[in-house]
């Protein structure tokens, strides 16, 4: 199956700094959502992004689907931010999303 | 609440009970979605219901068994689980399949 790879695992910011997650994947793709996992464990949907670039307030989402990769860019980072960030994908021969590991963030005061 | 609620938030069940997760969605959505998440890995697909129909299911053992008795409504019984299968257990739903999800908040199921 399409195998999907984030980095960095880890990141530690402090407020206000600005970071970029990125995911790689294996295979072509149709489908590619970011999503944002609070503290709390509550998973929101960030961007439906299989191409192009998307910009909601501080944050932006950009795939570049020929190269296999998707970057999520956070400006101005709140403790908010804090969280496990996931891609997921769809594509290759499957038919269901494929998440990746994600990137644990914390942001600092 | 995002408009998918899950119920109980937390679980302890010995390896003999028999228990069951319920998911309930009002967003009028058609696919319904159980993932294991567990410590250090990725979001598991279990299962998937598109209209009523289960259209996934992604080799999971016979102990859990899910059930969709309506578009609104899924639910996964679990009997005889083992330590393993400890994690968070999230029901999620979509307008269509694998795509707009909404995520509950999560089932905390603990096996002892």
């Known amino acids: 199956g399409i195998q999907v790879e984030q980095s960095p695992p880890d990141l530690i910011l402090q407020e206000g700094a600005n970071s970029t997650l990125r995911c790689n994947f294996s295979?072509?793709?149709?489908?590619l959502q970011w999503f944002h996992q609070n503290p709390w464990g509550q998973l929101i949907n960030l961007f439906y992004?299989?191409?192009g670039t998307k910009q909601n307030g501080r944050l932006s989402a950009t795939t570049v689907a020929t190269e296999r990769y998707s970057l999520l860019y956070i400006s101005s980072s709140q403790t908010t931010d804090s969280g496990v960030y996931f891609c997921?994908?769809?594509?290759?021969?499957?038919?269901?999303?494929?998440f990746g590991t994600g990137t644990r963030l914390q942001v600092t005061l | 609440e995002t408009g998918v609620t899950q119920t109980p938030r937390h679980l302890v069940m010995g390896m003999t009970n028999k228990k069951s997760l319920k998911c309930e969605q009002h967003?009028?959505?058609?696919?319904m979605y159980w993932y294991k998440q567990s410590a250090k890995k990725p979001l598991e697909l279990m299962f998937v219901y598109s209209l009523e129909e289960r259209v996934e299911n992604n080799s999971v053992p016979s102990r859990f068994s899910p059930e969709c008795p309506n578009s609104s409504h899924l639910f996964l019984h679990l009997h005889t689980l083992q330590p393993e299968d400890s994690a968070l257990y999230l029901c999620?739903?979509?307008?269509?399949?694998?795509?707009?999800?909404?995520f509950g908040s999560g089932t905390r199921l603990t096996v002892v």
């Open positions: 997921a994908v769809e594509g290759g021969t499957a038919s269901k999303l494929t």
């Open positions: 967003l009028g959505h058609n696919a």
């Open positions: 992004i299989p191409s």
């Open positions: 999620a739903s979509s307008q269509w399949v694998n795509y707009g999800y909404t």
């Open positions: 295979d072509s793709v149709n489908n």
